[in-house]
Structure formats: structure tokens, C-alpha cells
């Protein structure tokens, strides 16, 4: 993996670590609540629901990648997904109020159980289904860029994980900080320009697939 795939995916898993939903939200309520520590043993379950979403994506449309791997329709389809998943993102009024009240799940002892903590991360990531759409997105416009190396295919995704797990390490620590700064407004705000930047992210997929890589790169850098 060169330095220009690494920068670009760590920067996806940066992103992805705002995005604003029932996740964001328990994170650094759990870390409020329960300490730094559960609220990593949460986050990891977190990471493994989105790592069974990229097994699942990779492996269910490998075939489809496989046959049209050339094909600039390809890119298309991806970058298709992420701008409707933009649309969504940006078009989302689900307030503070009501993404907390959604992010709610039973409670455990004082005495912290990660493992429970740990498992609630994953079921929480993995009943949702836009998080799939998205890792489908990212996986049909990867894949080919990188010559269906399942190798190099891996290792992008491990470093898009990384940067992820990273920028949640960063919001644990200022958690308080951050419960203070995410009024209504802020959140809206702050799902507007992730919905923008998906978009954008997805326009530009498509570009890909019509533009030559070296023309591309000089345009994003």
C-alpha cells in the first residue's frame, strides 16, 4: 500500500468516527458513565460488527467484482451508494434527544461487565443496515483499484479500521467535553456536512471510473 491509499484510508476511518447515530452516543456515554475502559471494550465490539459487514461485503459480491472488475459501471454503482447514503445522512433530523433515547439498552451492575459491554458495541453496529450499505459502497469501488489483491484489499480496510478505532480512542478521552459541545444544532450541523462529504466522496468514485488514476490524484491532492 503507497502512502496516497494510506492517507485516503485513514482518513475514511477518521470520518466515519462522526458519523452521528446511536453508536456516537453511547460511546461517550459509556465512557462518562462507566470509564475510558468499558468504553473500549465497547468500541471493540463496535469494530468487529464492522468488520463482519467488510467480510460480508467482500465476500458476498466478490463474484460481481470479480466479472466487472474493468468496468466503469463499477464505480459508478459505488459511488452511487455512498451519494444516497449522503442523502440520507444530510436529510436526517433525528435529534440529540432522540438518537440517546435510541442508543439506550439495558443496563449492567456498577461493577462493569465488558464482555456484555463488549457485545452490546457489536449488536448495536450490526443492526445497522446503512452501516452494511456503506462498507458495499466502499468494498465495489476498492476492490478493482487495487486489482482485487485480497491482500492489499485487506490491509486498505485494516488502516480505514485504524484511523477509526483512533479517532475513537480521542473522543473517549474528551467525552465530557464532548457530551457539553453536541447541542441539537451542533449534531445537525455536523450530519449535514458528513451527508456533504459523503456525497462528494461518492462523486467522485464515480469520476473515477472515467478519469485515469494519475489525472485523478493530481485533482485530489
Known amino acids: 500500500m503507497d502512502i496516497y491509499d494510506f492517507k485516503n484510508a485513514f482518513l475514511i ?33 463496535v469494530i468487529l460488527g464492522d468488520v463482519s459487514f467488510i467480510l460480508i461485503a467482500y465476500y458476498g459480491s466478490r463474484s460481481l467484482l470479480e466479472k466487472i472488475k474493468d468496468d466503469p459501471r463499477l464505480f459508478f454503482i459505488g459511488g452511487l451508494v455512498l451519494i444516497v447514503y449522503g442523502i440520507i445522512t444530510y436529510l436526517d433530523k433525528q435529534n440529540k434527544k432522540d438518537a440517546l433515547a435510541s442508543a439506550k439498552v439495558p443496563e449492567v451492575s456498577l461493577k462493569n461487565n465488558y464482555v456484555k459491554l463488549f457485545f452490546k458495541g457489536f449488536f448495536l453496529n450490526f ?95
Open 127 to 221: 443492526i445497522n443496515v446503512g452501516v452494511l450499505a456503506f462498507w458495499l459502497g466502499t468494498v465495489l469501488v476498492i476492490g478493482p483499484t487495487l486489482k482485487m489483491n485480497q491482500s492489499a484489499i485487506f490491509s486498505y480496510f485494516g488502516v480505514i479500521i485504524l484511523g477509526y478505532f483512533i479517532t475513537d480512542v480521542c473522543k473517549i478521552l474528551l467525552a465530557k467535553q464532548l457530551k457539553t459541545k453536541m447541542t441539537p444544532l451542533v449534531i445537525y450541523r455536523v450530519k449535514r456536512i458528513m451527508g456533504i462529504l459523503l456525497i462528494v466522496f461518492g462523486v467522485l468514485l464515480m469520476l473515477k471510473g472515467f478519469i485515469p488514476n494519475n489525472k485523478l490524484e493530481q485533482l485530489m491532492n
Open 13 to 45: 476511518g477518521f470520518f466515519m468516527a462522526f458519523m452521528i447515530g446511536p453508536v456516537f452516543f453511547m460511546l461517550i456515554q459509556t465512557s462518562i458513565l462507566k470509564g475510558a475502559r468499558a468504553a473500549i471494550a465497547f468500541d471493540l465490539g
